[in-house]
């Protein structure tokens, strides 16, 4: 019995350590705006934690095309006003905006079981001694905008599960968007 539950223990572990993954859910182009390509880009990241927004944009300036994080644009203290937002990125005359944001986040409980390695009550057991595994699954969604046209162009959104912290949930993020957005010919 104790050799049944190390290896339970042991399959649950590796199980845990696979899971992290991000995964695409869907994504949207305007039909009727020609592609175009970023050459000069506000990487946006909605949120009211000024330390998880820094991040985030630091993280997708660096992968866009002339990427500039807005909170070098627009201050912290300016967020609420959309006069001061409208003008602040109006005045660094950027090509496309990138702005992502958490739209979810939420539990999931499996079930799993261990395989069935010693013949037929292994097997039956994989039916009723299963144990319960929660995940946690965060939904991002990641928009593009023209700013010339001043409109939005590209959606996507995609889920990860479980993320190690939020520096993985945010490199899962934004290499999701940023290899969509090249896939639809807005990155070179």
């Not at 001694?129 to 905008?145: F, I, N, Q």
Request: aromatic share 12%; charged share 20%.
């Amino acid at each position: 019995m104790y050799r049944i539950a190390a290896l339970a223990t042991i399959a649950g572990g590796i199980l845990v350590g696979c899971t992290n993954s991000t995964r695409y859910v869907s994504s949207w182009k305007d039909p009727t705006t020609p592609s175009f390509h970023l050459q000069h880009t506000l990487a946006v990241y909605m949120t009211k934690d000024a330390g998880a927004r820094r991040m985030v944009e630091d993280r997708l300036a660096a992968r866009l095309p002339g990427g500039v994080p807005s909170y070098r644009v627009i201050p912290d203290a300016e967020l609420a006003n959309l006069d001061s937002l409208r003008s602040h990125v109006a005045a660094g005359s950027f090509d496309g905006a990138v702005v992502m944001r958490l739209t979810d986040q939420e539990s999931v409980t499996t079930a799993t079981s261990y395989p069935g390695f010693y013949g037929y009550w292994g097997y039956w057991n994989n039916a009723y001694g299963a144990y319960p595994y929660t995940s946690k699954m965060y939904s991002v969604e990641t928009t593009l905008y023209s700013m010339p046209a001043g409109k939005l162009v590209w959606m996507g959104r995609s889920q990860t599960v479980d993320p190690k912290n939020e520096n993985k949930l945010a490199d899962y993020s934004v290499n999701f968007a940023v290899n969509n957005m090249k896939r639809d010919g807005y990155i070179r």
